[in-house]
């Protein structure tokens, strides 16, 4: 049960991170012909997979060295009120006219913008590298065949983008405390409080956004 709990986490993760990924995917391939436009889809999705996955791989593996956890929660921590608090950037890629091109340049556009997703990914999963592979062989692949659907879906269901934004921040408060020495820190500091921090991050970031999107709607 906690396995399906922890992949439904990576799977929400992905699917509110990769809104960028996926106008880019979408943007990168336009140009092509039907048939080769599905072909530079299939090759950029599996390619994104594998490299995902040993982006992820590293991760767990850097993450384990003492203070590397804290930094990444403390990144994971910017990234989840970046989501809600920034406005949205205008993304421009360059249109390719031919299946290699555009694998590349989904490729390229994947590994740059994935920082955020292996960061949660890793945060998220424990080490579990089963998990992760699970998590991110599905999840991709959702938002290459459903790239238009996933933006339209975080523009209708702006409650997906707050749930993403909660699950960013509570993993990175448990990257906090699971840190060897970091954690250490914070359970001297607050020694009957420490174990909420994870509750308390994300609770001030979803707060954080609906007050700075209840702002940006009065005016």
Same mark, same amino acid.
């Given at each position: 049960?906690?396995?399906?709990?922890?992949?439904?986490?990576?799977?929400?993760?992905?699917?509110?991170?990769?809104?960028?990924?996926?106008?880019?995917?979408?943007?990168?391939?336009?140009?092509?012909?039907?048939?080769?436009?599905?072909?530079? =889809?299939?090759?950029?999705?599996?390619?994104? =997979?594998?490299?995902?996955?040993?982006?992820?791989?590293?991760?767990? *593996?850097?993450?384990?060295?003492?203070?590397?956890?804290?930094?990444?929660? +403390?990144?994971?921590?910017?990234?989840?009120?970046?989501?809600? *608090?920034?406005?949205?950037?205008?993304?421009?890629?360059?249109?390719?006219?031919?299946?290699?091109?555009? =694998?590349?340049?989904?490729?390229?556009?994947?590994?740059?913008?994935?920082?955020?997703?292996?960061?949660?990914?890793?945060?998220?999963?424990?080490?579990?590298?089963?998990?992760?592979?699970?998590?991110?062989?599905?999840?991709?692949?959702?938002?290459?065949?459903?790239?238009?659907?996933?933006?339209?879906?975080?523009?209708?269901?702006?409650?997906?983008?707050?749930?993403?934004?909660? +699950?960013?921040?509570?993993?990175?408060?448990?990257?906090?405390?699971?840190?060897?020495?970091?954690?250490?820190?914070?359970?001297?500091?607050?020694?009957?409080?420490?174990?909420?921090?994870?509750?308390?991050?994300? +609770?001030?970031?979803?707060?954080?956004?609906?007050?700075?999107?209840?702002? *940006?709607?009065?005016?």
């Amino acid at each position: 049960m906690e396995s399906l709990l922890l992949l439904g986490e990576i799977l929400m993760i992905n699917l509110v991170l990769s809104g960028d990924n996926a106008m880019v995917i979408a943007m990168a391939s336009k140009n092509l012909p039907e048939q080769h436009r599905k072909l530079a =889809v299939w090759w950029g999705a599996a390619g994104a =997979v594998v490299l995902r996955c040993l982006l992820t791989f590293a991760a767990v *593996l850097l993450l384990k060295i003492p203070y590397i956890e804290a930094g990444g929660g +403390i990144l994971l921590l910017w990234i989840a009120f970046k989501l809600l *608090l920034e406005e949205e950037e205008d993304i421009r890629v360059e249109e390719s006219s031919t299946v290699w091109k555009s =694998v590349r340049t989904i490729l390229l556009a994947d590994f740059i913008m994935s920082l955020d997703n292996v960061l949660a990914i890793a945060g998220v999963a424990k080490g579990d590298l089963a998990l992760i592979v699970i998590g991110i062989a599905l999840s991709i692949p959702i938002v290459v065949w459903g790239s238009g659907i996933i933006v339209g879906w975080l523009h209708r269901f702006p409650v997906l983008i707050y749930i993403g934004a909660y +699950i960013l921040a509570y993993t990175a408060g448990d990257m906090l405390l699971q840190d060897a020495k970091f954690g250490a820190v914070i359970s001297f500091l607050l020694p009957s409080f420490h174990s909420m921090l994870p509750l308390l991050l994300g +609770i001030i970031v979803v707060i954080s956004g609906l007050f700075k999107r209840g702002t *940006l709607s009065a005016k």
